[in-house]
């Protein structure tokens, strides 16, 4: 089974796929986005986008599956998939965390982002692991003189 990495009623990211749920008209069916076909992940402020299902004048390019809560939701995440002038857009519950997870692990900003973050923490441990250990020596160290 795939690791899903973020999940709610109307988006579920996995590791290599997106699914977005109640997407086509009018038979509110799933869509499936690939992401090696992703070109771009946007977050933007949605104003403007209150409609419950397809395009607005605002952003004409882009379709939005059902959600009956749009009109409450302050920003939406835009897919522009390679070669496609259609741009997948959700109202995910949580859009900031489906951004950081599509941004992190899916873009080459995102990816080198990450790495160099992984790289610093490993340097860091590896900095405190040698302090604990000069510290225990210098206890082991007092306490052997003490002893003596």
């Avoid at 605002?58 to 897919?79: A, C």
């Avoid at 997948?88 to 949580?94: L, V």
């Amino acid at each position: 089974m795939a690791e899903v990495l973020y999940f709610d009623k109307q988006v579920t990211v996995y590791k290599d796929l997106i699914v977005i749920n109640r997407y086509f008209f009018p038979l509110a069916t799933s869509k499936a986005i690939m992401i090696s076909d992703i070109e771009m992940v946007s977050l933007i402020d949605a104003e403007g986008v209150n409609h419950r299902w397809g395009t607005c004048q605002k952003y004409l390019n882009n379709w939005f599956p059902l959600d009956g809560n749009r009109q409450e939701k302050k920003k939406f995440i835009e897919i522009r998939i390679k070669g496609k002038r259609m741009r997948p857009s959700i109202t995910p519950d949580n859009p900031d965390a489906v951004f950081q997870i599509l941004w992190a692990n899916f873009t080459k900003e995102g990816k080198d982002y990450i790495e160099e973050v992984v790289k610093q923490t490993e340097k860091e441990t590896e900095m405190c692991q040698q302090e604990l250990m000069e510290r225990k020596q210098a206890e082991e160290e007092a306490k052997s003189k003490d002893e003596a």
